[in-house]
């Protein structure tokens, strides 16, 4: 009971798919259908009467059938060509709803990924799952669904309005031909079953295909591929994957293909046998030849129409499981909560705390961060410092928001940051990651993405901030310049430093009440980070700043160290009071303090 309402809840949600994406196009697709699978018995019966009309005629003058025979005659050429208008009717409807059923399909996914907790990411089976709801954005399983549904009810219109008159002719070889066409059906009935199966299990054997094609086509992977020359180790593996795709697939095709042959082979003896019996009726006179003729002609069609019933009701069901995986997907990881009672997000930052915070990352049981307690107030500037696996990107993540502690809370002004929606808690942030992302749209586009409403004169502010003005000046469209040339042929190519600055002008241009550099000095020369360690003491004059950073030197003027290892706050305070203590901050600030020297001398 449950899997029809399912289906029928499946069904419902694809018409609702179609006629979203065009009202027009719904209803031209409705009519097509109706007129594919309503012409092959009409031409069938027109035939027929044609043919008695031309014996009867020879029998008792053309006068008496004249007006009727022309009739008939026109209805013929008139179904010929409504079946040569039907096709590329039908693919102008269908190519233009793929494209709109694409595209709305697309959008409801981009709706999910936009909100989704970033938990999703750390698990393989969750991208089988997106993958699975991705099949559907090409657009082609709703029409199939929606095909198949109309070719289903047109065809047991069909089917029913041929064999009344076969019944007519002969009832024995009417019900011989339906017979033979059973056992075909049960069996394409299981094979669609054993299909989806497979598709389903080996979802994640085809998102590794596309995964090893794509570093060969990506030009961040394109460098170590030549310089490693690797390149076979990865054929190689792409070749081992799919031959052992095909090799499963191949098993199931073969199957269906030997099991196909023989209950082909029973459905033509019967329709041979059905041709014996009546050409020999026929022939002693006890059937007229019109019978003959349309008998003929449909019963080739009868038999399919029987296996296209099947055929159809089954790839309704199986297309409708696509539907399901999208509709499953947005369930499970749709995380723009209905829930009510929200607080508002206060106008005024006055602090942040991590009150006995500890995590560890989804199938872990390692814990990243352990019991870490601390309160940062408006205005701070703040430096968290940690040797490399010390959870500092980790604790980072848990502020922003993108997971959940396993054990304490976070608090806003008091206030645990759950209370608030994720979305209106995310616009307290201006962030500049590590990992930060090249888009491939213009500089302008790069920095501004996240406030647009910013004018001319704030953007040109902005720029010369991160000391990016003078290559902006020389670029060949200055900020409209794409910065990739993937998508512009006179794209440019930018440093790593160059790109920094933009992630760093991404973050001021956004000009949010706290400011978080995550190494934001990774890939900058020595000038462009002491200009960084100036703007970022500009910036905290007025709103809380945290910089995680190995750069010592940069911790001596910061109001609040925050010294993090092996996932606990082991020690806070300012630059004075840390060397007072002389542990873990005044060990690493001294070791690298004799670095420097050294490398001077």
Known sequence: MKKIISFFHNIKEIIRILWEASKIMTLLLLFNNIIRNALWPLRGLVVKQIIDMIT???EKGIESYQRPLALYILLFFLFFWLNRIWWPLNSFT????????GHGTRMRIIKVMENIELSFFDKSENYDTYHKALELTNGRQPINVVNNILGLISLIISFVSAFTVMISINIPVSIILIISSIPS?????RFNQKLYNFEQETTREKRLLNYIFKLFTDKKSAKEIRTFRFEKYLSDKHEATLKDYNSKYFRLITSKIKIDSLFWILMQIS???SYFIIIASASEGRIPLGDLSFFLSVSIGLQNAIKNIES????VIQSSRYIDNLTSFEKSYLNISTKHGYKPIPE???SIEFRNVSFSYPNSEKAVLKNVSFKLSVPQNVILLGENGSGKTTLIKLLLGFYKPSKGEILLNGCNISDFDIRDYHKLFSVCFQ????????LKDNIIMANSNIDDITFEQIIGKVQLLDLVRKLPYQEQTYLSKEYDEKGVELSGGQYNKIAIARALAKNSKIVVFDEPNASLDAKAEQNLFNLYSELTKDKLGIMITHRLSTAVCADMILVLKDGKLVEHGTHDQLMKLNQEYAFLFNMQSKQYISEVS
């Open 56 to 58: 009867l005629s020879l």
């Open 348 to 350: 005024t930052v006055e």
């Open 185 to 189: 059906l049960v069996w394409e009935n």
């Open 94 to 101: 269908q190519a233009l709803m793929l494209s709109k059923i």
């Open 271 to 273: 329709l041979m046998a």
């Open 312 to 315: 159809s009701f089954n790839n």
């Open 435 to 442: 990992d930060y992302i090249k888009y491939g749209f213009s």
